[in-house]
């Protein structure tokens, strides 16, 4: 019987496994190794992009409900978090909704929160914010289960605010799982940290957002925008 030469001299190229004895029948009718080609990302509506290092988080992608032309430019992480909120998105597009639900710490309401709001509204997104739709005294956890049935997604604005009103509004991990589950939420940090998140709520920090360290809080709001659109 035909003995195998790979322990010796390798099967490091197409003609290496054709001299073998033992693999040529198998390895005869591929032109190489080099022909291999690695699985697209097609299915998480990644298209184009740059190279990425790290585990494929950095470079640029065009998602597939980028605006024709449109200018905004997401990482490769930003749109493998994004497509299955999108993908919600357009489940519920029969459906008369809210576009966004932005939750928020009380302290923010005049500052981040309101100016978010009011760059969100300025692309023409509807907006369920808590000073136009939330009543003096109402818990955040019930604001939120409101907020999110009538709209498409919602956005938790993490900041130092929120993340020292989170403990006290007893939103705990099951109360944060049971939203999470319907890939309908979408972190928004801003001016503090994941791993300061994480430290208040491990499942929330879980899910991957934006971040204005990263780009503008405009920018941030162009994103939400398209991602709405239909």
Not at 58 to 87: C, D, F, I, N, Q
Not at 100 to 119: M, S, T, V, Y
Not at 156 to 167: D, E, Q
Request: glycine content about 10%; overall charge positive.
């Amino acid at each position: 019987m035909a003995r195998c030469t790979a322990p010796v001299e390798g099967h490091r190229s197409a003609s290496a496994a054709a001299a073998c004895p033992a693999c040529r029948g198998r390895y005869g009718r591929y032109s190489g190794y080099g022909s291999y080609s690695p699985p697209s990302y097609s299915a998480t509506a990644i298209s184009g992009g740059g190279r990425s290092s790290g585990g494929g988080s950095s470079g640029s992608a065009k998602p597939r409900w980028s605006r024709p032309g449109s200018s905004v430019v997401y990482t490769v992480a930003e749109v493998r978090a994004l497509s299955p909120v999108r993908e919600g998105v357009e489940k519920r597009a029969s459906l008369d909704l809210r576009d966004i639900f932005l939750c928020h710490a009380w302290d923010d309401r005049q500052g981040p929160a309101k100016e978010l709001h009011d760059l969100l509204e300025s692309l023409g997104v509807k907006v369920w914010f808590s000073e136009k739709d939330v009543g003096l005294g109402t818990p955040l956890l019930r604001a939120i289960d409101k907020g999110l049935a009538n709209s498409r997604i919602g956005i938790v604005l993490v900041t130092p605010a929120l993340l020292r009103r989170l403990p006290t509004e007893g939103i705990a991990d099951k109360e944060l799982s049971a939203l999470l589950a319907g890939e309908r939420l979408v972190p928004i940090v801003h001016n503090t940290t994941y791993e300061a998140l994480r430290e208040v709520s491990p499942l929330l920090a879980s899910r991957s957002g934006l971040s204005t360290a990263e780009q503008p809080m405009a920018e941030v709001a162009s994103k939400l925008a398209e991602l709405v659109t239909l």
